[in-house]
């Protein structure tokens, strides 16, 4: 069963680069036609789709936030990774990495989420 596990700092400062890592076990990243997604939930907001990168390496972006938003995997680790530059109180978020098994993306497989605030 696929397990997937969000780290990463929980304060970033104004201005500065959100950097996260999920860690998946009991899954490859490179299973063919599965997606992992990073996926964020704002105080008193809905889950908001960040972006995903495929089995084959290929990124898709939320259009609000690909200007800012890079993510990225080292299949050596089974890890993928989303990094946010200049960010804002508005990126204040519980932050969650899911896998889908199709496309568009279905979210059925979930981290417990790690939340990041942005404050000075």
């Known amino acids: 069963q696929v397990q997937l596990q969000e780290s990463g700092p929980g304060l970033v400062k104004p201005s500065q680069t959100l950097s996260l890592t999920c860690t998946v076990s009991?899954?490859?990243?490179?299973?063919?036609?599965?997606?992992w997604s990073w996926i964020r939930q704002s105080p008193g907001k809905g889950l908001e789709w960040i972006g995903s990168?495929?089995?084959?390496?290929?990124?898709y972006y939320n259009p609000s936030l690909a200007s800012r938003t890079i993510i990225s995997r080292d299949t050596s680790k089974n890890q993928i990774t989303l990094q946010v530059n200049s960010v804002t109180p508005e990126d204040t978020a519980k932050y969650y990495c899911?896998?889908?098994?199709?496309?568009?993306?279905?979210?059925?497989?979930w981290g417990q989420g790690t939340q990041v605030t942005v404050s000075s």
């Open positions: 990168i495929a089995y084959s390496g290929t990124t």
């Open positions: 899911a896998r889908s098994i199709k496309w568009p993306p279905e979210f059925a497989s």
């Open positions: 009991g899954d490859s990243l490179t299973t063919n036609y599965y997606y």
